[in-house]
């Protein structure tokens, strides 16, 4: 789903109390420390559309010539089914992350002792939603 002004906050049942960055165990990267990557290092360049499709080639290990050649065949199979949003996600469930969607759905992260996290989950222009929790209340 591709949000507009929004801000997903972390879940109400986060097990911790500050920002986290995410580390692989073994030799693959998880989906979460992929997203956290392109966030990080590209803030509001990816709508949530293209952020599964970047975190989908790059879990394939394809390269950028592969995917330029073959860019409309990948993302019409994978979007062939649904995919959760970024409220389903670890970094907001389980690291302390939360999301900020700009006007035109690019999404930025934020660690949540930052100015920035404080400000945004006021609310003010923005839609605010809690990210999922992981257990059921």
């Known amino acids: 789903m ?7 906050t972390i879940a109400p049942d986060c097990p911790v109390d500050h920002s986290i960055i995410p580390a692989a165990k073994g030799d ?3 989906i979460h420390l992929i997203q956290y990557e392109l966030l990080v290092n590209h803030p509001y ?12 080639v790059r879990r394939l290990g394809l390269s ?5 050649v073959r860019r409309e065949e990948i993302w019409s ?5 649904p995919h959760a949003c970024l409220r389903s996600s670890a970094l907001a469930k ?6 900020h969607y700009d006007t035109n759905g690019r999404i930025a992260i934020y660690a ?3 100015e920035e996290y404080k400000q945004m989950s006021q609310g003010g222009n923005l ?5 999922m929790r992981s257990k059921r209340v």
């Open 2 to 8: 591709n949000y507009q002004e929004a801000f997903i």
């Open 28 to 30: 693959s990267k998880p």
């Open 45 to 56: 360049t990816f709508t949530g559309q293209d952020l599964i499709f970047e975190t989908h």
């Open 64 to 68: 950028n010539a592969e995917v330029q």
């Open 77 to 81: 199979e994978l979007f062939s089914k």
């Open 94 to 99: 389980k690291y302390d992350w939360g999301f």
């Open 112 to 114: 949540m002792e930052s």
């Open 127 to 131: 839609k605010i939603l809690p990210a």
